[in-house]
């Protein structure tokens, strides 16, 4: 071999594999004298009249392609990866040649990721000329922790369980859509690392009055909400669950409102707070329960902190309230009207009655039952 | 539900639906809308849209669903009658003309649970259509990032005749109308109950116009904020029957400023309202503070 007879191939493995992309001179991967660590010795120098019947390939930092007689082997750092499969000569070979008429170098995963109503989810989607087509797609096999999956255009790209630290963005091409008409499911489920921030912008996302949540933040370090929209779900808009210490949240020219429980839930658990901001958001005609409810009851934590400014908190059950000593909220220019129960309530929960802080600057007035359901702290601008 | 069946009409039912095609779909919860689209009994997807609104919201969208804008065209009137989001994301101008005396651009004709939901949507009356948007019935609308003007009469009114309707009108122009820019005109037994948050109400003949009169319901409640209601020829806000707050608005260059015929009109000290022809504030303002 065998050196030179992969010399100047592309090697593309199958679908599943993770991709080759070792270089020398030309960036692309292909069979090279270069040794890699025997698996079994450790030994990186063989004896040198073995080397016509060792190839090596080194791609990833960690993993290593050799060949043994006529069995090609992988191995790498990752002892789960499927990378520790042996593969057979001839599947190696066969992929080579294939590979060798195909584009150059499959990605081993791209921080941007582009999504479109056009695109088609494959093992190479992800360029803006050949956009993949779901989030979910996107999320489990291109898009690499801490990077990006963007809209190209407008359409619907449905519900995504997010993992780790990711930002999806749309900036204003159309109606990038997230819908879920499952009782029983989230359109946007985040269950990620304790340090992972998570984004999400320009999202219209919808329960079509029969999905149980919009945005349902179970785990993660923060997470940003801006110019979206989560509406008419048959439970909450934004429900933020985190159990794992302090987590930030900041929502922001948002609009959660048709949905029938609450607009904005945050109700930490276990020994988690939320440290957050909702800033212009429109949180109204939840019909249920709350345009923003935030509880402290459910969590030993005691760190929780809501900032809500210039929003609107109308036409729900009650526009804002919350309940548990271990929780403080404040809230500056925000409008409460027309709500079917109260305004704003400070209610004595489990674990206590909350502090709220005001400005005197709301407008708080028109509600059913109180305006004031329990006490403000006022305080003054600086 | 509670009547027995005979097995033979379930054996029947089955036969029926076993012979039916499997996957034919009866409606999408998104539909797209292209000027290049054709409307057809398969249009809906982004790569085989509609053409239509109505022929959207007739044949193709689902109750609860939506349909969304794909790019800039005029896409027709439309009157809903189930639960919708017609949604422009900033594609361009989505256009809803009217130009036939006595019809309206948009008339909703919903259930009273139904919620309704435009946004980014440019609704023109080239001076000779009769409504920009018009409420029958209906649980809540919802009005975003809209234009509606030239019409000539009403932009947007609401008359529903029973029950609650719930609305928001929000960063929204609605100007250029003969007769009033925003009418709220419960009848029956109805009462409506909303915000108008960053609204600019002008050039029409009443930028605002609250109205209970028509109505036995007493909850009708208006929270107007950050608006602009000027230059209208008769009245910037007029409230008759009814409870209304003002907030951080301006009301200059109408024939009067506030109009206070009957019912409350509070404010928060904050609005500017000068300039207007006849008077600033017709009528009393109630002063209410923020909390």
């Not at chain 1, 294939?98 to 695109?119: D, E, F, I, K, N």
């Not at chain 1, 129960?341 to 005197?360: H, I, L």
């Not at chain 2, 996957?23 to 790569?47: E, I, K, Q």
């Amino acid at each position: 071999m065998s050196g030179a007879r992969g010399r100047g191939h592309d090697l593309k493995l199958a679908a599943g594999w993770p991709a080759l992309n070792h270089d020398r001179d030309s960036k692309r991967c292909f069979p090279t004298r270069e040794r890699a660590p025997d698996p079994r010795t450790g030994a990186r120098e063989g004896p040198a009249r073995d080397e016509p019947r060792k190839a090596f390939c080194k791609c990833l930092p960690s993993t290593v392609l050799w060949r043994r007689n006529r069995t090609w082997q992988t191995t790498t750092a990752n002892k789960e990866s499927p990378m520790t499969r042996p593969v057979s000569f001839s599947t190696i070979a066969a992929v080579m040649l294939v590979s060798s008429a195909a584009a150059p170098v499959t990605p081993s995963g791209l921080y941007r990721v582009w999504v479109s109503g056009h695109g088609t989810d494959g093992a190479s989607c992800g360029s803006p000329t050949s956009p993949c087509r779901t989030l979910q797609y996107a999320h489990d096999n291109i898009v690499l922790a801490s990077g990006e999956i963007d809209i190209l255009d407008p359409a619907g790209y449905g519900a995504v369980t997010i993992t780790k630290a990711l930002s999806i963005v749309n900036d204003g091409v159309g109606t990038a859509g997230v819908q879920q008409a499952n009782a029983s499911s989230a359109a946007i489920t985040i269950n990620a690392g304790a340090s992972d921030a998570i984004y999400l912008r320009g999202l219209n996302i919808d329960g079509l009055g029969t999905g149980q949540d919009g945005i349902v933040f179970n785990s993660g370090g923060s997470l940003t909400v801006t110019n979206c929209v989560v509406r008419h779900f048959a439970q909450t808009g934004i429900l933020v669950q985190t159990h794992n210490g302090t987590s930030l949240l900041s929502i922001s020219n948002t609009i959660a409102s048709d949905n029938a429980v609450n607009g904005i839930d945050i109700t930490p658990s276990k020994n988690g707070s939320v440290k957050g901001t909702i800033t212009g958001v429109d949180a109204s005609r939840n019909a249920a329960s709350y345009g923003i409810w935030v509880s402290g009851d459910s969590t030993s934590g005691t760190a929780t902190f809501v900032m809500v400014s210039d929003s609107n908190l109308s036409s729900n059950g009650t526009g804002i309230a919350a309940a548990g000593a271990g929780v403080r909220f404040g809230i500056t220019r925000v409008i409460v009207t027309n709500n079917s129960v109260d305004g704003v309530g400070t209610f004595n929960g489990t674990s206590g009655v909350p502090t709220a802080y005001t400005w005197g600057d709301n407008r708080v007035s028109g509600n059913t039952r109180l305006d004031i359901n329990g006490n403000l702290t006022a305080v003054s601008g600086k | 539900m509670t009547k027995f069946v005979s097995l033979s009409t379930i054996a029947t039912v089955m036969l029926v639906s076993s012979a039916a095609a499997p996957v034919t779909p009866s409606g999408l919860y998104r539909v797209w809308v292209s000027g290049h689209g054709t409307d057809g009994a398969s249009c809906g997807s982004p790569t085989s849209p509609c053409r239509t609104l109505q022929y959207a919201h007739d044949n193709i969208v689902l109750a609860s669903g939506e349909i969304d804008i794909l790019d800039p065209a005029g896409y027709g009137a439309v009157t809903i009658t189930k639960a919708l989001s017609i949604v422009n994301d900033g594609v361009g101008t989505a256009g809803v003309q009217q130009a036939t005396a006595g019809l309206a651009a948009i008339t909703i004709n919903a259930g009273a649970s139904d919620a309704i939901y435009l946004r980014g949507l440019n609704i023109d009356g080239l001076g000779t259509g009769d409504k920009g948007i018009l409420l029958n019935s209906g649980g809540s609308l919802a009005v975003t990032n809209c234009v509606v003007r030239h019409f000539i009469n009403y932009g947007i009114l609401m008359q529903p005749s029973s029950g609650t309707t719930l609305f928001s009108i929000s960063n929204t122009i609605i100007s250029d109308n003969s007769s009033a820019g925003i009418y709220v005109k419960p009848t029956g037994t109805a009462s409506a109950k909303g915000t108008i948050t960053g609204v600019e109400a002008s050039r029409n003949a009443y930028g605002i116009y609250v109205d209970g009169s028509f109505s036995t319901g007493t909850a009708t409640f208006v929270l107007v904020s950050d608006a602009n209601a000027s230059n209208n020829g008769s009245t910037g806000i007029f409230v008759g029957s009814a409870r209304l707050a003002i907030t951080r608005s301006t009301a200059s260059g109408n024939g009067d400023g506030v109009y206070v015929n009957s019912g409350t009109v509070y404010t928060y000290g904050d609005n500017r309202i000068l300039g207007n022809g006849s008077t600033d504030v017709h009528g009393v303002l109630t002063s209410v503070t923020g909390n």
